[in-house]
């Protein structure tokens, strides 16, 4: 793929609006309906978008679990982003809280290596970045996914009083979790800047043209961007 608009073909003004969105608030949070709906992908999209406007953006992961051959989520990121912008320097300093073997729940796979959560080494980490750029933290499976036996990323979310973009995957059952996770957001009156909505087929079909109506009579008037596919 060349530009980014060759991936987004859910009208183009919405991107901009919500690319809008991210540049004003500064530090933007990725959040998920749940694991494998596309997060990463999406956060690299609109990274590459940022940087092809001009922008100084930085993707994040607060907590990588399943990591393989040291590869993390913030490569998968990079890879995405170049295939829509120009060459771009990679920002230079720590980009990952904490990366974990065990494909689970952060505060299992954490558990399982015998290292503890500290909340405040991920808000130190984004803090020192958001000096110098705009930032996207890409979170962990869905937004209630526990970080510790006690604390969960909706609870981070909330502390840190951040604004998040939702990403949800177009398949059976998308309707249900996302109007779940909209209504847990909402409920803790989380700002919500805009879904974004990946695929599932390269060949979207009469499900996937209405969830993606569906899934945007759920946002009223926030922005929805439809992912085109981005084989990794």
């Not at 771009?88 to 300093?93: K, N, R, V, W």
């Not at 036996?149 to 981070?156: D, K, M, Y």
Request: hydrophobic fraction near 45%; charged fraction near 15%; proline fraction near 5%.
């Amino acid at each position: 793929m060349g530009d980014l608009s060759s991936a987004l073909f859910f009208m183009l003004p919405q991107l901009t609006q919500l690319l809008g969105r991210i540049i004003f608030h500064r530090h933007v949070v990725i959040v998920g309906t749940g694991t494998d709906v596309g997060k990463s992908v999406a956060t690299g999209a609109l990274l590459g978008a940022l940087r092809r406007d001009g922008h100084s953006a930085v993707s994040l992961k607060w907590i990588q679990t399943g990591a393989v051959d040291g590869e993390t989520d913030v490569d998968i990121h990079e890879r995405v982003a170049a295939r829509h912008c120009r060459a771009h320097a990679l920002p230079d300093g720590e980009r990952v809280g904490y990366s974990f073997r065990l494909a689970a729940s952060p505060h299992l796979a954490a558990e399982a290596e015998g290292v503890p959560i500290d909340k405040s080494r991920c808000r130190e980490m984004f803090t020192a970045w958001q000096q110098t750029h705009i930032v996207m933290s890409e979170t962990s499976g869905g937004i209630c996914v526990p970080i510790t036996r006690s604390e969960t990323l909706i609870e981070w979310v909330v502390d840190w009083n951040l604004p998040v973009i939702l990403v949800t995957s177009n398949g059976l059952g998308t309707l249900n979790h996302t109007s779940l996770t909209l209504e847990a957001l909402r409920q803790r009156h989380i700002t919500i800047l805009g879904l974004v909505i990946t695929p599932v087929t390269p060949n979207p079909g009469v499900v996937e043209l209405d969830n993606a109506q569906m899934l945007a009579s759920m946002m009223s008037d926030q922005p929805v961007i439809e992912l085109g596919w981005i084989p990794l």
